[in-house]
């Protein structure tokens, strides 16, 4: 069973629109998570990363996490069409740290 | 930022050859990982390495696979013998502190294998 899910699969938003990804670890020993995103042919590049609850804010991102319900989202705003990517968001393990990922959210951002 | 690099970038072979791919990672990094990804969706974690030891691998790391990093070269990761369903992106990764210390993994462009 898929320990980390995210949804949607894929998705499509306009340009300056707001981007809205959604990833849930099924794991309770989870206390890290991540965000990568990685281009077309290119290597997953770390957008952000949180491990307290609340939300974190970095520009145009921002990364919401709720430890009790280990569910954690990404939101983009004002998306660019050089935001389309894939996103993978990652958990890891309380004791062993090990990281797992969720299948992604293909994003593209229609100019 | 810090650059993990990967040799070749694309390699095609027979099944039943031996292929390796070859990852320069980040110079003071000392963990480093083997993940495959298939068909641009979920990155699978193989195996990591510290030390000149397996610390861990999963089950996708079959017996046919092998890592190594002979001191000053590259950390390698050795198929043999090779079968169709290797055929995938291979990412290497490296970082600073374990899985334990939540430390960046940073990533290689990929080598994509392809098993004729």
């Known amino acids: 069973q898929q320990k980390v899910q995210q949804s949607p699969e894929s998705l499509i938003v306009p340009e300056g629109g707001m981007a809205s990804l959604n990833c849930t670890s099924s794991?309770?020993?989870?206390?890290y998570f991540w965000w990568y995103r990685q281009h077309s042919g290119k290597s997953p590049k770390m957008l952000m990363?949180?491990?307290?609850?609340g939300e974190k804010e970095e520009g145009r991102f921002t990364v919401h996490l709720n430890k009790a319900s280990l569910h954690t989202s990404l939101h983009i705003r004002d998306s660019q069409p050089s935001d389309s990517a894939l996103y993978l968001c990652a958990a890891s393990d309380t004791n062993t740290g090990k990281l797992t990922f969720g299948d992604g959210t293909v994003l593209t951002v229609k100019p | 930022g810090p650059k993990v690099l990967q040799i070749p970038s694309h390699q095609i072979i027979d099944m039943g050859q031996m292929v390796t791919l070859n990852c320069d990672p980040v110079?003071?990094?000392?963990?480093f990982y083997w993940y495959k990804q298939i068909l641009g969706q979920q990155m699978e974690f193989l195996v990591n390495?510290?030390?000149?030891?397996?610390?861990?691998k999963s089950k996708l790391f079959k017996d046919q696979f092998s890592v190594e990093r002979p001191d000053g070269s590259y950390f390698t990761l050795k198929i043999q013998p090779t079968a169709l369903e290797d055929s995938a992106v291979y990412f290497c990764?490296?970082?600073?502190?374990?899985?334990?210390?939540?430390?960046?993994?940073?990533f290689g462009s990929g080598t994509r294998l392809t098993v004729l």
């Open positions: 110079s003071n990094h000392l963990y």
């Open positions: 990764a490296s970082s600073l502190g374990d899985w334990g210390s939540a430390e960046t993994l940073y």
């Open positions: 390495f510290y030390n000149g030891k397996v610390m861990e």
């Open positions: 990363s949180i491990f307290s609850n």
């Open positions: 794991d309770r020993n989870v206390d």
